[in-house]
């Protein structure tokens, strides 16, 4: 097994965990920005410092997820840092981050504050929350915190390994479960970084950075697991490289591709130590499908130090972002296809001097309504700021310029994937800015117009798959925000929309068999399979 090379920007996750900013948000006017001919960018919301008490961002601050948009339209994130407490373990005293929402007109609400007691030493709820939210089928939202919960939790872990939540559109929270670390027994993961997904089956799925049982006097080398909507909890891989040579350190959560399996990425780990692009399933465990090498110190011709998820398009290809490595010397950042079987190839290197100004892509990618790729990159942009960028990647491989970010307008250093919202429009956050007077913003929420259609709602499958009048029937899929109708073979249905990927139906009286059809504003979808109808 070759070591790990560290150099500064692969040693940032290690030390991500200790950030302390601090954030409050006001409600500030929309600062719109555009130029004929080219992508309307609009800041939606600005985290900025307001000097409340303690810590002079009682709304947040350092915006590293991403948005979502629940089922009422609305938009939840969460922050690192801010909120109401201190936070002092230590290391500053700007909060231990919040959970939000922000409507669509620009109104941001915390629905919930991460706190630290300096009494007990403690933050049983858990502390910076990196990994952001999915909403679940009941309508909850779910979501891990990388930090805090059972302070008596062994191994490494500083004041907790970390936990999960739930927490209500309202703001009831819920703790589900704190991460034992590899003190546990059985031992567990600990510090979980990158968002949930919710599974086919119901059960959430994520990742933790470290943690695991210890083989050979080694771990801490990450996790992979399973938690149902109620806090039942498995551990379900530990990442080995003294046999297996799997990985290590998943930064990134997971994604489910088409044939079930689960699919991610490693920031340590596989042959040269420098990442690993895997797939998962219960029966086999992680099958690794691609290597990272370095050939020779600091050449990582692929790409190297994964922190982005991966996105399967339509092409049935998984398509994914190396934060490092490239043709440059330590390198900037690759952008990569890889299929299921792992046949791995580079779409284009990323490089300052190159001819698309932006690096350092930490964040993943989505497919939009129009087909292409969008993604974003930590710095490059505009020359004078080097804040950012937001990139568009056709299929083909063609990589252009959307946005250069300017952090005294937008906000700077987006960290996380788009989001396309039902009204087509792209919404990133800016992890930081903007920097105006003494304070530093506390980031940012942005919509990005580029004319892109509405998303058309899609089925991939419904339960049961037969039943009588007035059955309820749970339908599985994508963009059901804003669903106008379902239909059960052209018979409208009653329905509840539970998330963006989740409706509820109840089949309606003088239905047939046949397909079940779901409508929005950016078109209808029917479904393949037919739902029978029984007397």
Known sequence: MKRRTLTPRTLAPLFVLLLFAACIAAQVTAVNRSQPGSPTVNVLYKFPYDGTPPNGYSHGKVVYSELIQGADGNFY????????????DGFGVEGCGTIFKITSDGVETVLFNFTYDPNTNTAVNGMYPYGGLVQGRDGNFYGTASLGGNPNAGGNCLLGCGTIFRITPS??????????????NPAEGASPTGRLILGSDGQFYGTTYSGGSVRYGVGNEGTIFSVSSSGAFTTLHTFDTVDGLDGANPYAGLIQG???????????????????????????????????????HLNYPDGAFLQAALIQASDGQFYGAATQGGVSAGGWGTLFRISPNGTFTKIFDLDPTGTFPGWYPLGGMIQASDGNLYGTTENGGPPDCNCGTAYQLTLAGKLSL?????????????VSVPLQGADGILYITNS????????????????????????????SKFLPTSGPIGQHVTISGVHFVGTTKVNFNGTGATFTVKSTNTITATVPAGATSGPITVTNAGGSFRSTANFTVLP
């Open 77 to 88: 994130g969460t922050t690192v840092n801010g909120g109401s407490g201190l936070c002092a």
């Open 171 to 184: 703001g009831k929270f819920t703790l589900l479960h704190q991460f034992a670390g590899v003190g546990g």
């Open 258 to 296: 088409k044939d079930g399996n689960f699919y991610g990425t490693t920031y340590f780990g596989g042959t040269d130590g420098v990442g690993t692009v895997f797939r998962f399933s219960k029966s086999i465990g992680v099958t690794v499908l691609h290597s990272f090498v370095q050939p020779q």
């Open 402 to 414: 959307l946005v250069g970010f300017e952090d005294v307008t937008d906000g700077r250093l987006p």
């Open 432 to 459: 930081r800015g903007p920097s105006i007077g003494p304070h530093d913003g506390g980031g940012t929420a942005i919509q990005i117009s580029n004319g892109l259609p509405k998303p058309k709602p899609g089925i």
